[in-house]
């Protein structure tokens, strides 16, 4: 028996029987035919209390342990944690406040014109899914802890990276609520100092996982395969590797952005919520020429009918291809590319790809785009993709 209840033990552990963790209180039973549950133990006027804090199957370690804590802090406050909570439950819920369903709908209606359409579509998406069927239809002021860690917990290990995305969102809102006077005190959703003192830290969970790409060696080869491919969906792939480019910058692509060989990509499609200008080369350009030649849509480049290529139709084709690779990861070829095999400097480089500057006083430094020096490289890249002919 550990000193202190661990996962491995709990999950593990059949003999019926008590097991304390150290002396908090909090301690798990586990009965005779198997099913185990977590209780906190107290004494309250000479009697002693035996208080359920949920089954160790459904409810975690550390949640259980936060409970006994909250239980503790009441009785030494002089309550009945078994009382107190009878009582809160019995509390009328606060009508005049809105749902977090609500308020959420309300602040994605207010804000989604700063964010990109799949932006405005993620929020949306993740709040239905991990959020909404926790606490939607909950006041947006009697939102706790409690609340965050039951959405929180069951999705932190397995999908961290989403379950971060979540808390984020989650925090914005209730921060919004606050600032129109909707709620008071501290942000339940806030991560320093917080939650990160009851939730293990993302980077230590799951290390970041970049988007697979193809060596830079090795594009020329799968260009020149490419090419033996007549489709919109090819073309459009040759076209995102030889401008480095976004699946959404591409595949929202309009003819009249086209002005001679510069393409003006504008701010609602680029992830810094900027206008960039992309030089193209001569193969990029005879890409357009080929596909308004037999294309039936007179707004959208790359298009099937009357609507753009779907957002997967070019890693669907990688993928019939066997192709264990993300269309993102040709700007990490090209990046590459840049770095080893040329002169240009990493500033034209990021500008190529249109990367966010973090930093606010080198992203007010750099007022021009560079747009000859970018020329010059994407010619460059545009012939190195080409090198190989079959």
């Known amino acids: 028996m550990p000193r202190k209840l661990t996962h491995v033990f709990i999950s593990k552990s059949k003999k019926p029987g008590r097991y304390y963790d150290g002396g908090n209180c909090l301690h798990l039973l586990i009965k005779s035919n198997g099913s185990k549950f977590f209780i906190f133990r107290y004494q309250l006027n000479g009697k002693r209390h035996d208080m359920g804090l949920g089954n160790a199957e459904r409810v975690s370690l550390s949640t259980a342990r936060r409970k006994a804590l909250e239980a503790k802090i009441a009785l030494d406050q002089g309550e009945d944690p078994i009382q107190k909570r009878i009582s809160e439950k019995d509390k009328p819920a606060n009508t005049t406040s809105p749902t977090f369903a609500d308020f959420a709908r309300a602040y994605i209606k207010t804000n989604h014109t700063e964010w990109t359409t799949k932006h405005a579509k993620q929020w949306s998406a993740t709040l239905l899914q991990y959020v909404f069927p926790k606490i939607g239809g909950k006041p947006v002021d009697a939102i706790d802890t409690n609340d965050l860690l039951e959405i929180l917990e069951p999705i932190w290990n397995k999908t961290t990276e989403t379950a971060s995305r979540v808390r984020g969102r989650v925090e914005k809102v209730l921060a919004a609520a606050t600032a129109r006077g909707m709620r008071e005190g501290a942000n339940p959703a806030v991560w320093r100092g917080h939650l990160e003192t009851l939730l293990p830290a993302p980077q230590k969970i799951k290390k970041l996982q970049h988007h697979p790409a193809l060596p830079y060696e090795q594009v020329p080869i ?67 020429r080929e596909v308004q030649a037999i294309s039936r849509n007179d707004m959208y480049i790359f ?7 779907g957002n997967m139709a070019m890693l669907s084709l990688m993928k019939r291809k066997k192709y264990n690779i993300t269309v993102h990861g040709f700007r990490s070829s090209f990046r590459d590319w840049v770095s080893e095999t040329t002169g240009y400097s990493g500033e034209v480089a990021e500008m190529a790809l249109a990367h966010v500057i973090a930093n606010k006083a080198e992203a007010a430094y750099r007022r021009g785009d560079l747009i000859d020096v970018r020329s010059r490289l994407m010619s460059d890249w545009e012939k190195y993709c080409l090198s190989v002919n079959s």
């Open 222 to 288: 799968f260009i020149n395969n490419l090419r033996k491919k007549k489709s919109i969906v090819a073309l459009a792939l040759e076209f995102t590797i030889l401008t480095a480019s976004r699946t959404g910058e591409v595949i929202g692509a309009k003819f009249d952005e086209i002005k001679g060989d510069i393409w003006t990509i504008p701010a609602a499609r680029m992830k810094a919520r900027k206008p960039h200008r992309v030089p193209l080369g001569s193969r990029a350009l005879e890409i357009i």
């Open 303 to 309: 298009s099937h009918g009357s609507k753009p290529i």
